[in-house]
């Protein structure tokens, strides 16, 4: 028989071995649920509720912090998730500059990062650092180049660019005056404003003087809707564009009549209804169903964003577990190397392929090109 102290050294051995054998794996999600980018992140945040509950017979806790759209705050709430949560990945946070503030705290603690954000600039150029961020939108360029090409099949010459004084906005700047160039058409202004600014009219009267056939206006959310309905109070009667980050109901609403006839592209998920079958249709059709049970309303595309990152991880997992046990550094390596080689995997917003290069991995099926008809979103045929 066994002694009564090896029993009980035995005892405690299992006992510590026992939480390693059966640790769960922990995801923070950071998203700005209050302040100027709400409408952004309040899709987001409720969207944690319908995120995997378990990967491959491993617990899945989702610890969800709101940073009040704050940049200072969203680098405390990383801080947080990775020093004390000890969490295996993150996603968010829901702003462009909060996201370009926190990259390095994911790389230096070798944390994968699911950035549900508007700028290209999180994960291009691609660097040591940025290769623990992954980017669940599509790339300005591939989103760009759709709307470009519809500028140039229009005989639109000459175009305005009006833009927020960020990331989001800058990084739209450098890919319109890139594809622009080759497609002969000339930038004939470019302007800027803060996402809390009450008043853009000094902005909006320079782009009326310089007359250009369109304007695109590039801002995230709310932030959308002033530039376009300043420049129709004051007369502008060209086309008007916008990207992606203006894809919600509430532009609809807080726009009124000023946006009809908008052109964007962006996400199948804005006209569900219009487009054929699709893997990536079925997905998103069951996750807004499954939305409006859990809230009442149908999600705005960013949450999307977030749904995805959890299929994205969900796809990874099973294969990092054979490298480590969660909430260990080989683990989160492991999970970081397995998102890097996702191929052709479908989801919300299209389907993903990613590669040590490509962060985002979007191709043409991640985007549609939709106007504003009647006050509602359509294709445009």
């Not at 969800?64 to 004390?84: H, N, Q, R, W, Y």
């Not at 549900?116 to 994960?123: D, I, L, Y």
């Not at 099949?153 to 319109?176: C, H, Q, R, Y």
Request: glycine letters at 10%; hydrophobic letters at 40%; proline letters at 6%.
């Amino acid at each position: 028989m066994l002694s009564k102290k090896i029993c009980t050294a035995l005892f405690l051995t299992s006992s510590l071995l026992a939480p390693l054998a059966n640790a769960e794996i922990k995801i923070g999600v950071v998203s700005s649920s209050t302040g100027p980018i709400a409408l952004v992140g309040i899709p987001q945040k409720n969207t944690v509720a319908l995120l995997p509950k378990s990967v491959a017979g491993e617990k899945v806790t989702y610890i969800s912090l709101d940073d009040g759209s704050d940049p200072t705050a969203t680098v405390k709430a990383f801080k947080k998730l990775i020093d004390e949560e000890k969490v295996d990945a993150i996603i968010g946070p829901s702003g462009s500059g909060n996201a370009m503030g926190v990259i390095q705290f994911a790389a230096e603690s070798g944390t994968p990062m699911l950035a549900p954000v508007g700028t290209a600039a999180v994960v291009l150029p691609m660097t040591e650092q940025k290769k623990w961020v992954f980017k669940t939108t599509q790339n300005d360029d591939l989103i760009a180049s759709a709307l470009v090409d519809q500028m140039k099949s229009s005989g639109v010459k000459t175009i305005g660019l009006f833009g927020t004084a960020d990331p989001f906005g800058e990084n739209w700047s450098k890919v319109m005056k890139e594809l622009t160039k080759k497609a002969g058409i000339k930038i004939v202004a470019n302007e800027y404003f803060q996402r809390q600014d009450t008043s853009v009219t000094g902005q909006s009267l320079k782009i009326l003087i310089a007359n250009p056939d369109a304007v695109l206006i590039a801002a995230p959310g709310s932030s959308s809707v002033m530039p376009q309905t300043t420049l129709k109070e004051q007369g502008y009667g060209g086309q008007i564009y916008q990207t992606h980050g203006a894809a919600l109901d509430p532009f609809l609403r807080l726009g009124g009549k000023a946006v009809e006839g908008t052109i964007l592209a962006a996400s199948l998920m804005l006209v569900l209804d219009e487009v054929p079958d699709s893997p990536s249709k079925a997905i998103a059709t069951k996750y807004v169903a499954d939305y409006k049970n859990l809230y009442g309303k149908t999600p705005a595309t960013f949450g999307g964003n977030v749904f995805d990152a959890g299929l994205l991880l969900k796809n990874a997992i099973p294969s990092a577990l054979k490298a480590g046990k969660p909430g260990t550094p080989e683990f989160r390596a492991a999970l970081r190397s397995a998102l890097e080689h996702t191929k052709e995997m479908p989801a919300t917003q299209g389907v993903y392929n990613l590669t040590p290069a490509d962060h985002s991995g979007f191709d043409e099926r991640g985007r549609e090109l939709i106007t504003v008809k009647n006050g509602k979103w359509t294709l445009l045929k």
